[in-house]
Nanobody, 119 residues
Framework: QVQLAESGGGLVQAGGSLRLSCAAS????????MGWYRQAPGKQRDLVAR???????SYADSVKGRFTISRDNAKNTVYLQMNSLKPEDTAVYYC?????????????WGQGTQVTVSS
C-alpha cells in the first residue's frame, strides 16, 4: 500500500505565496514521476506540474514562472512552491506519484488540499 500525505494548503490573498508538500510512504521500491494536479469547482482535474526521477520538470502554461516543483528523493517528498498567487489558482490540489511497490505499481493519488486565493 502507498499513502500520500499532503499539507500546506490554505487561504491566501492574491499576490501571496504557499508551499505544498506531499510525503509518500508505504511499500515503495522506487518512484518515477511526482506531480501536482488541481481541480476547481465544476472543472476537470488538470496537471499543474510534474517532475521526473531525473529532475526534469514540466508546468502548465498558466503557472509557468510562478510555481516551482521540486522533490527530495531521500524523503519521498514532492513540493510545490506557489508564488504570485491569483484567484484563478483557487482549487483542490492533488499530489500524485508513479511508483513501483513490492507487490505491484502504478499511479497513486493524495486526498487533496484546498488552496483558496482571495482577491
Amino acid at each position: 500500500q502507498v499513502q500520500l500525505a499532503e499539507s500546506g494548503g490554505g487561504l491566501v490573498q492574491a499576490g501571496g505565496s504557499l508551499r505544498l508538500s506531499c510525503a509518500a510512504s508505504g511499500s515503495i521500491l522506487s518512484i518515477n514521476s511526482m506531480g501536482w494536479y488541481r481541480q476547481a469547482p465544476g472543472k476537470q482535474r488538470d496537471l499543474v506540474a510534474r517532475i521526473a526521477s531525473g529532475g526534469i520538470t514540466s508546468y502548465a502554461d498558466s503557472v509557468k514562472g510562478r510555481f516551482t516543483i521540486s522533490r527530495d528523493n531521500a524523503k519521498n517528498t514532492v513540493y510545490l512552491q506557489m508564488n504570485s498567487l491569483k484567484p484563478e489558482d483557487t482549487a483542490v490540489y492533488y499530489c500524485t506519484i508513479v511508483a513501483a511497490t513490492r507487490t505491484a505499481g502504478g499511479t497513486y493519488w493524495g486526498q487533496g488540499t484546498q488552496v483558496t486565493v482571495s482577491s
